[in-house]
């Protein structure tokens, strides 16, 4: 088994960025890209910059986190209770069940027009998307958890007559953990795609705004300011969620890769 | 406290893809306090009766009564400790004891403190059980069923995991605590040693249907010595009718 060094723990993941941003900004210096219509990384990294200090960075990211987060929790809260409900009851699951999975198979998108025709084209229908697509996820996770909790444990809780509020958390929740936090992230990264795209059809503010925007009036330095403010946000977004599922299955032992 | 147990069994058979028959016709009244072990080869329904008396399954022909009560479903006054442990990985040690209980009230911390010692696992209370040796996630088991003392203990090889040792000074210490509490107790087990140490009452089963076979009383003084000329010779008597009555070979 090998392991790698302090050293290479710093370095490995530097490599591929460092030689595309090297190419990238060669190809633009030398002329084999347009300036025109692709901006180099030091011209992505001056506007970045200028962007963030004039604050309009900072509108535009505000705008779309609040679109998202409102989106998401709402989104996870009525996935995971929903998930819950019909995880635990037979009467709730043929009640429910049925009909989410007919809706489930729907891609997100397709749902864009009829929001917006019921919601306006203003910060309800794209919340709207996103609550949708992220309930869809987090619910569909959430039964899978729940259903897969060892019969032998709710035995457990069965004979030591554990009312119904404690079976679930003591029991069928921390069990549904680890599913339920990978549905959370699917939604999020989902939620993502969403917002973006139903910033870029009708808005006039977001990240998705932005990036349309510089499109239309040549300004390929605010395309890739947005592009990358969009990775960057993303990936904390997630990071957020991994150390929070990490606190609450610090019980596991898993395997790490080596 | 504790209660007496009557079983008045008929039948019990599975119906999954082929009926299954798991117990044949079984009739044993336990009294109050007493301690009765059910011996038996592999699979022979041993688990699934004490599921029955358990009330997780109520599917069976006959009729189960403890104290006053029909068993129907699980209820408080019996507890079980399982062949596995079957600890909740994500509660510590101390925490997976203190859901054996009722209710998780501060007074009972002393009780679980007291287990804790009892069985050696003062060091590891706030450890999880993916972290815990076979033997100890046994023992955090077995101080789950303890904690609440119910009227009858049900007890399904729970010494099984063990080594030599620590499976003695385990069956002592549970001794003393079941008979200063006076638990009724049904213990399955296919260690005849473990059964003629700590029962009053010796219960031998069949092979698959299970049914009674033979009922050997216990008549020693407790705490008993393994090496007493009518300890061994008790022992001798059950193995060679078990060999003779089950011929497993």
């Not at chain 2, 599917?59 to 209820?75: A, Q, T, W, Y």
Request: charged content about 20%.
């Amino acid at each position: 088994m090998s392991t790698i060094s302090a050293k290479q723990k710093i370095i490995l993941p530097l490599i591929i960025p460092v030689i595309l941003l090297v190419a990238w900004e060669w190809s633009v210096r030398s002329g084999l890209l347009p300036n025109t219509l692709i901006a180099s990384p030091s011209q992505v990294v001056r506007d970045f910059f200028d962007l963030a200090i004039s604050g309009e960075l900072l509108v535009h990211s505000l705008v779309s986190l609040y679109r998202l987060v409102l989106g998401f929790a709402v989104g996870t809260l009525i996935g995971l209770s929903l998930g819950v409900i019909v995880g635990t009851s037979k009467f709730a699951e043929k009640l429910f069940a049925p009909t989410i999975q007919f809706l489930a198979p729907i891609p997100p998108i397709a749902w864009i027009p009829l929001l917006i025709i019921l919601l306006g084209i203003g910060e309800a229908s794209k919340i709207g998307l996103i609550i949708i697509a992220s309930f869809v996820v987090v619910y569909l996770n959430t039964v899978q958890g729940i259903r897969s909790t060892d019969q032998k444990l709710v035995d457990v809780a069965h004979v030591l007559r554990k009312p119904n509020k404690e079976l679930i958390k003591k029991v069928l929740l921390p069990s549904a953990t680890p599913h339920i936090f990978t549905g959370m992230r699917i939604a999020l990264g989902l939620s993502w795609i969403l917002l973006i795209a139903a910033e870029v059809i009708a808005s006039s503010k977001g990240l998705g705004w932005l990036i349309w925007d510089s499109r239309n009036f040549s300004r390929p330095d605010d395309l890739f300011v947005g592009i990358i403010t969009i990775g960057i946000l993303g990936k904390l977004s997630d990071m957020v969620l991994v150390a929070i599922e990490k606190e609450l299955t610090k019980w596991r032992t898993v395997f790490q890769g080596k | 406290m504790s209660k007496p147990l009557t079983i008045e069994l008929r039948d019990k058979t599975f119906h999954d893809r082929q009926p299954l028959q798991a117990l044949g016709k079984i009739n044993m009244d336990i009294k109050a306090g007493e301690f009765v072990c059910i011996l038996g080869p592999s699979g022979c329904g041993k688990s699934t009766l004490l599921r029955l008396i358990s009330g997780l399954d109520s599917n069976f022909d006959g009729k189960i009564v403890l104290g006053e009560r029909i068993v129907k479903m699980p209820e408080r006054d019996c507890g079980i400790a399982f062949q596995e442990p079957r600890l909740l990985p994500w509660l510590s040690v101390r925490e997976n004891i203190a859901f054996g209980l009722y209710s998780e009230s501060g007074k009972s911390s002393g009780q679980i403190d007291e287990l804790l010692n009892l069985l050696d696992l003062k060091q590891f209370a706030n450890a999880y059980p993916n972290q815990l040796s076979g033997g100890m996630a046994q023992r955090v088991s077995l101080a789950r069923a303890l904690v609440n003392l119910p009227d009858l203990l049900l007890l399904d090889e729970p010494f099984g995991s063990l080594d030599e040792l620590t499976k003695r000074r385990l069956q002592e210490e549970a001794q003393k605590v079941l008979s200063k509490e006076k638990t009724t107790v049904l213990m399955v087990t296919h260690d005849i040693e473990e059964a003629v140490y700590m029962s009053d009452r010796i219960l031998l089963m069949s092979k698959r249907p299970g049914q009674i076979l033979e009922s050997y009383a216990v008549d020693m003084p407790k705490p008993r010595e393994r090496t007493a000329q009518n300890f061994v010779a008790l022992q001798t008597k059950i193995l060679k009718e078990m060999q003779d009555k089950l011929n497993l070979f």
